[in-house]
């Protein structure tokens, strides 16, 4: 369908328009083919993250003389965009490119960023970051593990849940406690090598609804000692201001995700109810059909506009946290309400596996709940009104 909305945003140049072409060419034909069979077996295969690297597809956001890209965060939309396309959410790669490189690439020291970020550029790494634990998710200041400080190392001790990428990172930055007697104030990101330290342990795979080829796990730490030198900044109890700092990058990346899958999802769907018959007609000559689809590509019109005008401004380090609270709130929400309404004008068809619906639906209902759930995003818009 013509959508003059769906143009390409004010930052389009030649170089991202190859980027593009690349990046959808290997998604096509690297990561497709793969989709279902890394469903059953809850995880994407390791050397998809070195094929990546070796065609420039990680962290082309990273500036060149890290490994990296040179580029900046729209490169890192259309990788989003084109993987969204391909209907896969098994790869991590947004949040290891996205995120994870970029708090290195904020917090590190020069030693830090020359260290790890080559590695997490070419793959070799795989980056996780892990804040959430059994008892506390959204009220990230009350996280129990802790990095005590004891020599020249810190020590480690804490559970974590839900990571992603748990199963294959190398890399981990750790949320934890220097001071355990504070509340923000105490909270510090510390880098965890897995292979260089002992008494880290990764735990289940976890099952879940849906994002089955996700390695979301859980990570154990027991008397871990990193280097003191692997704290991130200058100095102890920055981690809190950190995180806050990089959430409107985050959330941009989730909504991002958010507006391809409606997209994706309204173009099969339109598709699907064009070929279908009911009654001697096709499903789409069912008002009722017309009238929920034309609604729905209004909805995705509209999150288009906003998320074009959000990497603007990001991309001008103007978005601001509250804006992009708005973003992964109202575009997740919606893409979780369209999906239903398309799997619906699936009929029966929509249920089962075979049509990519199915998977759609499943994988969107945690996009309301990671990256901060939507009642908190509610209340961080809330305290500003
Ligand atoms: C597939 C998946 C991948 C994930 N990946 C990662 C990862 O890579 N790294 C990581 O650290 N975490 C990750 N998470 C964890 C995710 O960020 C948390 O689940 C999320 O932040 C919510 O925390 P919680 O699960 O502890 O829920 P809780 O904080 O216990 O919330 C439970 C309910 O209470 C509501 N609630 C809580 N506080 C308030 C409030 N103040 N006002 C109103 N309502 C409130 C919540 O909105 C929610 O509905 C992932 C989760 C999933 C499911």
């Known amino acids: 369908m013509h959508n003059p909305m769906l143009a390409n945003g004010s930052y389009m140049t030649d170089e991202l328009r190859m980027f593009q072409e690349t990046a959808r060419r290997f998604m096509e034909t690297e990561v497709a083919p793969h989709v279902a069979r890394w469903d059953e077996e809850g995880c994407v295969d390791r050397e998809l993250w070195t094929k990546a690297g070796e065609l420039g597809l990680v962290c082309p956001s990273i500036p060149e003389e890290y490994g990296g890209g040179g ?4 490169f890192e939309k259309v990788l989003i965009e084109e993987q969204a396309k391909v209907g896969c959410s098994a790869w991590g790669l947004s949040l290891h ?4 490189a970029h708090y290195i690439l904020a917090y590190g020291t020069e030693a830090q960023k020359q260290a790890w970020l080559p590695k997490l550029c070419s793959g070799e790494l795989v980056g996780a ?5 059994p008892g506390t998710g959204s009220d990230l200041q009350s996280v129990r593990t802790t990095a005590i400080a004891d020599g020249d190392d810190y020590v480690i001790n804490g559970q974590k849940v839900f990571i992603t990428n748990g199963q294959q990172a190398g890399l981990v930055i750790v949320v934890a406690k220097t001071n355990p007697d504070e509340k923000a104030k105490g909270v510090s990101l510390v880098v965890v090598e897995t292979d260089k330290v002992e008494g880290f342990r990764r735990g289940r795979n976890l099952e879940k609804v849906g994002m089955h080829g996700q390695d979301t796990s859980e ?3 027991e008397n871990v000692r990193i280097p003191r030198s ?3 900044g200058a100095g102890e109890g920055m981690g809190f201001v950190q995180l806050m700092q990089q959430l409107p990058q985050e959330r941009l990346i989730v909504a991002l995700a958010g507006v391809a899958a409606i997209e994706l999802a309204l173009d099969q769907t339109t598709q699907y109810v064009k070929d279908r018959k009911a009654f001697g007609k096709r499903v789409i000559d069912f008002q009722n059909t017309r009238f929920k689809l034309a609604e ?3 909805e995705a019109s509209l999150a288009r506009v906003f998320i074009e005008r959000c990497t603007e401004l990001l991309l001008q380090q103007k978005l601001d946290a ?5 973003a992964k709130y109202w575009v997740t929400d919606k893409q979780f309400e369209i999906i239903d309404l398309c799997l619906q004008l699936h009929g029966g068809y929509g249920y089962m596996d075979e049509y990519p619906i199915s998977r759609m639906w499943r994988d ?3 996009q309301r709940i990671y990256g901060g759930t939507n009642e908190i995003m509610k209340e961080l818009i809330g305290r500003f009104l």
Do not use: D, K, Q, Y
């Open 129 to 133: 970051i892990a804040m959430t634990e």
């Open 322 to 326: 509250v804006t992009a609270a708005m």
């Open 230 to 232: 692997n704290l991130l």
């Open 97 to 100: 490119a996205g995120i994870v």
């Open 296 to 298: 729905a590509r209004t």
């Open 364 to 366: 969107s209902r945690v």
């Open 71 to 74: 580029g900046n965060f729209a």
């Open 219 to 221: 990570l154990f730490f």
